[in-house]
């Protein structure tokens, strides 16, 4: 089992940024972000592999960086130029191969102000 606890989210106003931390209790191959908008299905924002390789959803290219910290088992999530349309409740996700882990947090809510 993985435990992961989400923090960093927030009220923002359009154009400003917002940094998303996900810690993991322990070191796995996979860590991303997902999100999902009231009455919309959750939807991946972002992921990064233990190797650094990284990959994004086209809404959010240019705007979102991922990071993490293999050391602390930790994944960021650097949210720059929001928009009201990235209001959502942001999921951390992890698993220890490619593609949607079984293990996620319990969300952190992002409002973006326009």
């Known amino acids: 089992q993985v435990q992961l606890v989400e923090s960093g989210g927030g009220l923002v106003q359009g154009g400003g940024s917002l940094r998303l931390s996900c810690a993991a209790s322990?070191?796995?191959?996979?860590m991303g972000w997902y999100r999902q908008a009231p009455g919309k299905q959750r939807e991946f924002v972002a992921a990064i592999s233990s190797g650094g390789s990284t990959s994004y959803a086209d809404s959010v290219k240019g705007r979102f960086t991922i990071s993490r910290d293999n050391a602390k088992n930790t994944v960021y999530l650097q949210m720059n130029s929001l928009k009201p349309e990235d209001t959502a409740v942001y999921y951390c996700?992890?698993?220890?191969?490619?593609?949607?882990?079984?293990?996620w947090g319990q969300g952190t809510q992002v409002t973006v102000s326009s």
């Open positions: 996700n992890a698993g220890p191969t490619r593609g949607l882990g079984p293990y």
């Open positions: 322990r070191s796995i191959f996979r």
